[in-house]
C-alpha cells in the first residue's frame, strides 16, 4: 500500500503540480485548500506526511502545524512548510510551530520530492525502533485495533460503502468512477479509506473481509 501524502496549498496550480509529481513518484496523494479542510482530512486519512502552503484562508499552515501536533498520535508526523516568507523570523516561527521543514518558494519538485523521501524514511524507523523497544504495547495495540476496527466499520459513508461494492466485483478506479462520477485519484482516496477502517493491506483482503463480515452482499 503506497504511503499518503496530504498536500495544502490554495493554489490550485501548486496543489495539482505537486499531487501530479508526487503520484508519478509512486505516492498517494490527498489535496486541500486550506488549513481547516486539511484538519478534517488528518483526521479521515491519517496521512503519513503533509506538504503545506503557510498563507491560507481560514487557518494557516502555522497554526495547522500546531493544531495538528495537539494530537499524541499527530506527534511524530511530518510537516513540511512550504512559503515564500524567507525572513529568519518566520522560519522560527515555523519551526516553532512544529514543523520538520521549512522549504522556501520557488523550489524544484525534485528537491521537495527529496526531502519527502528522507523524512518519511526517518519517519517510519522512528516507529521501528518504538515498536521494538516496546514490545509490551503491541498486546495493547491489538486489542485497540480490533476494537476501533469494530467501531469504524460502523462509520463506512455512503460512498464508501457504494465504492466497496463496485470494488467486489473486480472494477478498476477508472470504471469505478466512471459509475460513481467520480475521478479514478478520488476513487483510490475511498479505496484507503477503506483499508485503513477494515485494517487490510490490499484489495483482495479487503474484499474477503467485506464478505466475511456481510458488509456486502
Known sequence: MPLTILVVDDDLGT??????????????????????E???????????????????????GYELVRQVRKKPSDRLLPVILLTARIKTQE???????????YLPKPFELEELAAAIRNLLERSQIIQSEFRLSHPETLGISNTISSHEKSEN??????????????LTHGLSNADMGHQLHLSPRTVEK?????????????????VRFAIKHGLVE
Open 190 to 206: 475511498y479505496v484507503s479509506s477503506l483499508l485503513r477502517k477494515t485494517d487490510t493491506s490490499n484489495r483482495a483482503e479487503l
Open 153 to 166: 466499520l460502523a462509520f463506512l459513508t455512503s460512498r464508501e460503502q457504494e465504492v466497496l461494492e463496485l
Open 38 to 60: 486539511a484538519l478534517a482530512m488528518v483526521e479521515e486519512y491519517h496521512p503519513d506526511l503533509i506538504v503545506t502552503d503557510i498563507v491560507m484562508p481560514r487557518i494557516n
Open 15 to 36: 496543489r495539482l503540480s505537486i499531487s501530479d509529481y508526487l503520484e508519478l513518484s509512486g505516492y498517494l496523494v490527498i489535496t486541500a485548500s486550506d488549513g481547516q
Open 91 to 101: 522560519r522560527i516561527l515555523g519551526y516553532q510551530s512544529g514543523c520538520d521543514l
